[in-house]
C-alpha cells in the first residue's frame, strides 16, 4: 500500500515541544524574545483583512522588501532571485524534491542536521555524509563527484557545532562539486558572514534562510531560498500553490522591514552568547565557539545524557545529541540572561 | 542539474488571484463571506502568545475539536484518525508522495482538479485518466488495476461540475480498486452527503478536507485528513515537521469550533446557488446541478472563452475551463447575493 522507502524509514523526530509554559526551553534555538512589535500589529491587521480569500502565492510583499534589505550582501538581487516557503523545512523540502529522485545521491556533513537524511529517504534516494574534521573545517572529500550526486546540503553555521565554513571554502567547494550546494544559513543572521554573494557567482549555489530564528518566528513558518532567477523558476513549479499563508507573509514582510529591531536582537543574543561560553568553559565543559544563537558543549569528564535528563527533571530542557564516533553533547540554545543563569545554577 | 521529470513539466497554474480590491471574484471558490468572528479574535490571542516558539506539530487543539465534530459521520474517529497540513494542497502532496513514486502511475478522473496531474509529475510518474461519463457519473473502469498504479484521487463533489458521485459508488469503487483511494471532500460540507463513513469500512479508502471553503479560510491555509491510524501514521512521516503554524492551528481550531457558523454560511451559500442555478438556466446556459460553492455553465450557443474575457474587463472575474473533449465552460463562485446579481446583470 505504501511506497517501500516511507514504509522502511522512521521519519525525523523534531525537538521536544512541551505545551506547559514553564520549562525553560534551550532545546530547539529558538529565539531568546519575541519578535518586533510591528508583526503583531501586522498580523492583526492581516487578520481583519479577507481572511476568505487566498494569499498572494508568491508573497511579493516580502520578496520586494527581503531584496531591499539582502542587496548589501548581493549586488544583484531582485525579487525573481528569492522563493518563499512555509519554514526553511519546505524551502528544503521543495529543494530535494527539485534534484534528488530515487536512486539519486544526497550528500551532507556529519555531525549536521540530520533533517537531510529523512528528506533523502522520502525520495528514495540514498545518502553520501560527509564527516567534518575534529576541528570542524570541510575537508575536499566533500566536494568529490560520486555517481549519481544530485545535491549537498551545508548548514552553515554548522548545528550542533555552531561553526562557520568561510564563505571563500564554500566557493571553492562549490566550484569543484558536480552537482548544486544547498548553504542552508538558518543561523546566519547570527554569524559575522554569510555566503549570499556566492549565489551570483555560481548557479549552482543556493542560499536558505528563516525568519524562525533570528526574527523570533518560529511559530508562523517562514523561510526562503535565494538563487539565481533560473533556479528558483524550476523550483517554483514543486512548491505548492499556495505554501505561504496571508498571516504569515504579512508577519514576515513587518518582521524583515524591522532591521532594527533585529540588529538589536542580535546584540542582545551574541553578548549573553559570550557569557555563556565563558562560564560553561569555566565549569569544564569544552564549547565550540558559536557564531549561532545556541552552544555545543562536550564533557568527557561528565555523562552528559544523565544531565540532561536531571536538567529536563528540573524544568530545563537543553538537546542531548549522540553522533555515533563523535564525542556525545548537548547542544544549548541562548536563551534571555535570566534562563541562562538558571542554567548555570544546575551544571 | 534539475531533474528531468521538473524541467519537463509546467507547474500548476492557480487561478488568478487580483491583488486590486475592486474585482468581483467569483474564479477560485472562496467562500463568500468572511470567517466567524471567534477567528479572528482566536488569532489575536495566538498572535499576543509566543510567536518566537516553534508549534505544535500534530496540532492536537484542532484534531480533538475536529473529531468531536465529525463523530456523527465517522462514529470511531479520534484525533489519532486526522493528519493536518498546510492547506489541502500539502495534505494532497503528502498523499502522492507516500503512495506514488517514480515510474508508478497515479489515476484521476476527468474532467477534474488539474493540480492531480502536477503532483503526479513532480513524483515522475505517470497519470491514468479516466473520463466522467457524460452526466457525471464514474463508470467501473475507474476501478480496473493497471500495472503500478498505486492512487486514485477522486474529487467530490467534483470541480467544476459540482457534482457528486454517492458515498455507496465510492465504496464499491474503492472495494474493487488495487490501490487506496483519496476522496478530495475540499467541497464536501456544501454537498448532502460525504464519505466519512467509507474510512471505517475500508483501511484504503482516504478523505481530505479543507478549510479554505466552507470555513471562509483560504487565506490561512489549513487542510486535513481522515484515515484509519495506521495510514495516519506513514503519512506523518513525510509531512514536514511544524508544517501548520500557530494562527493557522489556532484560526482553525476556533473556525471547526463553530458550527452554527458554518450552519448559517452554508444555508446562505445554497440559497444563493439555488438562485444561480435558476436564473443562469433562464439565461440559457446548461448549468449542472451543483453540491459545491460554485456553478458550472456551459452553453453550446456562446462563445465562453469570449464572455470570460468580456466579464473580466468589466471587472468580475470567473474562470474558464476548457477540458479537451468535452464543451468548454466557465465555473462561477457562489459569491453574495450583490455579486451574483453583478454577474446576472452582465450575461
Known amino acids: 500500500m505504501f511506497r517501500e522507502a516511507i514504509q522502511q524509514m522512521t521519519g525525523y523526530t523534531p525537538g521536544e515541544q512541551p505545551r506547559r509554559e514553564k520549562v525553560i526551553k ?154 548544486p550546494l544547498v548553504v542552508d544559513e538558518a543561523y546566519g543572521d547570527f554569524a559575522d558572514t554569510n555566503c549570499l554573494g556566492l549565489v551570483a557567482e555560481n548557479e549552482r549555489v543556493i542560499v536558505t534562510r528563516t525568519l524562525s530564528k533570528s526574527y523570533a518566528l518560529a511559530g508562523i513558518r517562514f523561510g526562503f531560498a535565494i538563487a539565481q532567477p533560473k533556479v528558483i523558476e524550476q523550483l517554483a513549479k514543486v512548491k505548492d500553490s499556495y505554501n505561504c499563508d496571508m498571516l504569515a507573509i504579512a508577519a514576515a514582510t513587518a518582521a524583515i522591514d524591522d532591521q532594527p529591531w533585529l540588529a538589536d536582537n542580535r546584540a542582545k543574543v551574541l553578548a549573553t552568547r559570550g557569557r555563556m561560553i565563558t562560564e560553561l568553559r569555566a565549569k569544564g565543559f569544552t564549547v565550540t565557539d558559536s557564531q549561532a544563537n545556541f552552544v555545543w558543549c562536550t564533557d568527557s569528564n561528565r555523562n552528559l545524557k544523565e544531565l540532561y535528563e536531571s536538567l529536563k527533571q528540573m524544568g530545563v530542557l537543553v538537546r542531548y545529541m549522540p553522533y555515533p564516533g563523535w564525542p556525545e553533547g548537548i547542544r544549548v540554545t541562548v536563551g534571555t540572561d535570566e534562563q541562562v543563569d538558571a542554567l548555570l545554577a544546575l551544571v
Open 26 to 179: 534551550l532545546n530547539t534555538n529558538e529565539n531568546a524574545y519575541p519578535p518586533s512589535p510591528r508583526v503583531v500589529a501586522a498580523i492583526e491587521q492581516a487578520a481583519a483583512g479577507s481572511l476568505q480569500k487566498y494569499p498572494d502565492p508568491v508573497a511579493t510583499a516580502f520578496r520586494e522588501r527581503a531584496a531591499e534589505v539582502l542587496r548589501s550582501d548581493l549586488p544583484e538581487i531582485t525579487p525573481e532571485w528569492i522563493l518563499c516557503g512555509n519554514g526553511s523545512d519546505d524551502i528544503l523540502t521543495i529543494l530535494t524534491r527539485t534534484f534528488v529522485g530515487e536512486g539519486d545521491v544526497l550528500r551532507y556533513p556529519n555531525p549536521s542536521y540530520v533533517l537531510y537524511k529523512t528528506l533523502a529517504e522520502i525520495q528514495g534516494a540514498s545518502v553520501d555524509v560527509v564527516d567534518f574534521a575534529p576541528d570542524w573545517t570541510m575537508g575536499d572529500e566533500f566536494a568529490v563527484p560520486v555517481d549519481r550526486l544530485r545535491l549537498a546540503y551545508l548548514a552553515n553555521p554548522n548545528s550542533p557545532s555552531g561553526t562557520v565554513v568561510p564563505a571563500e571554502r564554500v566557493a571553492s567547494l562549490a566550484a569543484a562539486m558536480p552537482c
